[in-house]
Every structure is written in structure tokens, then in C-alpha cells.
């Protein structure tokens, strides 16, 4: 090679090298190579398999529960449902009588306070599907308003609330305030120290079911006062005192009938757990959206905080939603196993708080994530449901099974693709509309159950 062609040579390699040092990064490349598993070659030359059958849609899964409440037990159909429709409420032992005191009370109607409380991480945050299972409820069975607000900011589809003054904020969970070593969060998990006089107001948030925008009363929750302090309420003033006593106090005032907005003051020094907005009997729902939390962390509470505001305000139905934030995390079998030992240990210490209520477990929806460029279900959900649903029945709750209710493997990437989508982007949360069609899915469940309490009562 003549010594031109050499000289050409590496002026070029200099060259080359002198661009490839502008284009490429200080902390260099990284080349991943895929390759195609055996199943995948298998794929690609064996004939193609017959198609799965469809998974039915939201709307069918709908059109189910309806239909079985729409027939009678003599043709099968609802105990049909009872026991083997992907959305029924699952029963420990198949104990249909279990909800028994809540399905008495809610027949009391107005004559009876029916309250549920339900706790979840963010699937129900801004009182998503809490507020559908309330509308619906007081719709058949009477009361109103939104049930049991925190004084600290609130995000909600049903309510708009504001706060002024100064207060100290705590929370049980990892989002929303401080900690606080003597575990007085009260019944929402979370507490408000005032440091100052602070008026709490409500209003309705646009969009807001009917009923929810309609109650007769307000109650301030607080802890025993360690001073002297006074609410004011329209031309009401009521004096919190010290005294001996339980360790939950509630101080009502009467709201005009039908009311949609209120306002409250508090003194300095008052311990407030929160401000229930509800009607004289019929049914009220506390939404108690705990976000980023794994439902573990109910057993910080200090207990008689919680007994004496179930048994006070006659909590009928404990909803405990959770396990989604566990999913990712629970890769294997020990870790679902450690993951079910916590939440049978929080629903022993819930079932202990609350005798007089019964717990219904609701489960974690379907969950995406990119599995070789295809958003599918996490491959280890299935066996968290199964784990979480025998924890459950080992505490005598009740299961309801959101992932299958929805229709199991692959279902939130078909909620994510429905006009409008039911759920986000993250192939994690519901929207809105996706909250509501699965709240509705659950009140369906609920009231086929209603419905056999209802046939055994008129057959025993």
C-alpha cells in the first residue's frame, strides 16, 4: 500500500473517531440484545393456536349482576351468581348470613344509622368509587351527605373543603403529615392539632352526586380536650371541656334540611379527627383513601380511638382495599406469604376494634406493566389475589375479588383502551368513570347478597 493510501487511511479512522466523540455521551452506550424465548420460535413455526375466548367487557360484567338481581331464586339465576359469577362477594365458608346485621340495619331505613367506613390507598383517593357505593346507597336506603372529612386539605369528587388558621397535621401512612409516638390518628388515620382558632368550610364539588350534597348535621370528632376550648357553629357554640371519660368525642350541631355547604369554627388546642357531614339515619360513607399505603398500618392506631368511634357511630361495614402497592414489590412466594402474615395481623386488630361490624376485603384491580413490549398483567398478581383472598376468610371477612371482577388477566389494558378510557395511563388507577363503573360492579354484589337475605327472611 503506497504511503498516500496509509496517510488516507488514518486521516479517515481520525476523522470517524472525531465524530463519533461528539455523538456519543462521556458515560458511553449500552446495547441490550433480545432474543426470542422457545415458546416464542415454538409460536412462529407450530400452526397458530385457536383464539381465547373474548373477555366480557365492563358493560356485560355490568349487565350480570343486574340480571341476576332481576330474577328470581326459582330459576337459579341469583344463587347461581352467589356462587360462581367473577364478581360476587366470596363469602368465608360460603357464609351468605354474614352480612346479615348490616342487610337488618339498612332495612331500618331512615329509623337507623348505617355507616360504613372504607379505607384503600389511591384507587379511591379524591373519595373515588366510596362516592358511587354512597350515592347508590342513600338512593335506596335513605341519608345523606359525604361522611366523615379530615381536616387537613382534601382532594374529593364530592366535596370542595378549606381550612384557615394553623394546625399541625399527622397522619398513620407515609403521605400527609407528621408522625406522633402516642398513635392518636383517630378512625380516617389521620389528626389535626389547631395552634390557632381555624374555620373549616365545606362545599359541594361540581359534578357531586345528589344525595351527598344534601345532609342535616355536622359533627366535630375530636380527642379529650387538655384545655378548655369552644366550636361555633352558625348562632351554636358548644364548650369542649376536659373531663374523664372515652377517649373520642363528638359534638353535633343541627344544619338546615337539605343543606349543601357549611361552616365551622375551632378553637386553639382542640385534637380534631374530623367533621362528618351526614343526615339522621339512613346510610352514611366515610372514605378513608390512604395513598402509598399497604393497608398495614392500621395496628399504629391506638385502639379505643377507633372502638369508640365504630361503636359510636355505628359502623356497620368495615371496606378494607388494598394490595395494589404490594404488587410490584411481591415478586415471589415469600414475599406474598410475609405481605398476607401483616394483613391478617391488621384485620384480626379491625375486627377487634369493631365488634359490631363486619369487614369485606376488596382486593387489588388487574395491573399492567411492559413484559417484552406488550403491557400485560404482572405474572405474580394472580397469586397475590389467592394469597390475600385466604387471608380474608382465615379473619371471617369477606372477599371481593376486583382483579377477576374486572375480567382477570389483561383486563385494565382493555379499561385503559374503553371510550372513555376507565383507566389511566399508568395501567395502575381507574378514571373517574372507570372508579364508578367498578364501584358499581361492587354495589351490584352487594345487593344480590341483600337479595338472599332478603329471600331467606320471606323462606325461613
Not at 142 to 164: E, H, I, R, Y
Not at 368 to 395: F, K, W
Amino acid at each position: 500500500m503506497s504511503q498516500k493510501k496509509v496517510l488516507l487511511f488514518l486521516l479517515s479512522v481520525f476523522a470517524l473517531t472525531a465524530i463519533l466523540s461528539f455523538a456519543i455521551p462521556e458515560e458511553g452506550l449500552t446495547i441490550t440484545l433480545k432474543f426470542p424465548t422457545p415458546q416464542e420460535l415454538l409460536d412462529a413455526i407450530l400452526p397458530k393456536k385457536e383464539p381465547e375466548e373474548p373477555q366480557p367487557d365492563p358493560a356485560e360484567l355490568l349487565a350480570r349482576a343486574e340480571a341476576a338481581r332481576r330474577d328470581s331464586l326459582e330459576n337459579e339465576r341469583l344463587l347461581c351468581y352467589l356462587q360462581e359469577d367473577p364478581a360476587r362477594i366470596q363469602f368465608p365458608d360460603s357464609d351468605y348470613a354474614l352480612f346479615d346485621a348490616l342487610f337488618e340495619s339498612l332495612d331500618r331505613g331512615m329509623d337507623a344509622t348505617t355507616r360504613i367506613i372504607h379505607y384503600g390507598d389511591s384507587q379511591i383517593e379524591e373519595d373515588r368509587m366510596s362516592a358511587t357505593l354512597r350515592e347508590l346507597l342513600q338512593e335506596r336506603f335513605g341519608g345523606g351527605g359525604p361522611g366523615m372529612l379530615p381536616l387537613m386539605k382534601n382532594f374529593t369528587v364530592t366535596t370542595t373543603t378549606q381550612a384557615t388558621g394553623s394546625a399541625s397535621h399527622y397522619s398513620a401512612y407515609y403521605f400527609g403529615g407528621g408522625s406522633r409516638a402516642d398513635g392518636r390518628y383517630g378512625p380516617l388515620g389521620r389528626s389535626s392539632r389547631l395552634n390557632s382558632d381555624c374555620i373549616f368550610s365545606v362545599t359541594p364539588a361540581s359534578g357531586a352526586g345528589a344525595q351527598s350534597q344534601c345532609y342535616n348535621r355536622l359533627t366535630v370528632v375530636t380527642d379529650p380536650p387538655a384545655k378548655e376550648f369552644r366550636i361555633r357553629c352558625g348562632d351554636s357554640t358548644l364548650v369542649a371541656r376536659p373531663a374523664e371519660g372515652k377517649q373520642v368525642r363528638f359534638y353535633t350541631f343541627p344544619l338546615p334540611d337539605s343543606s349543601s355547604r357549611a361552616k365551622v369554627s375551632i378553637g386553639a388546642g382542640a385534637e380534631v379527627y374530623g367533621i362528618c357531614l351526614d343526615r339522621e339515619g339512613g346510610v352514611s360513607v366515610d372514605n378513608a383513601a390512604m395513598r402509598g399505603c399497604s393497608g398495614t398500618i392500621f395496628s399504629r392506631i391506638e385502639p379505643q380511638s377507633l372502638e369508640d368511634y365504630y361503636a359510636a357511630a355505628e359502623v356497620k361495614l368495615i371496606i378494607y382495599q388494598f394490595g395494589g402497592n404490594m404488587v410490584p414489590a411481591c415478586t415471589g412466594r415469600k414475599g406474598i406469604s410475609h405481605y398476607k402474615e401483616l394483613v391478617v395481623r391488621e384485620l384480626e386488630y379491625l375486627s377487634e376494634r369493631a365488634p359490631g361490624a363486619r369487614i369485606l376485603f376488596i382486593g387489588p384491580s388487574d395491573m399492567s406493566t411492559n413484559i417484552r413490549g406488550t403491557m400485560d398483567t404482572y405474572p405474580q398478581l394472580p397469586a397475590m389475589v389467592d394469597s390475600l383472598r385466604c387471608a380474608a376468610h382465615e379473619c371471617g371477612a369477606a372477599y371481593w375479588d376486583l382483579y377477576t371482577a374486572m375480567g382477570g388477566k389483561g383486563s385494565m389494558a382493555r379499561w385503559v383502551r374503553e371510550n372513555p378510557p376507565l383507566a389511566g395511563g399508568d395501567y395502575i388507577h381507574f378514571t373517574r368513570k372507570g372508579a364508578e363503573t367498578a364501584s358499581r360492579l361492587l354495589y351490584n354484589s352487594l345487593m344480590v347478597s341483600y337479595d338472599y337475605y332478603q329471600y331467606r327472611k320471606k323462606h325461613q
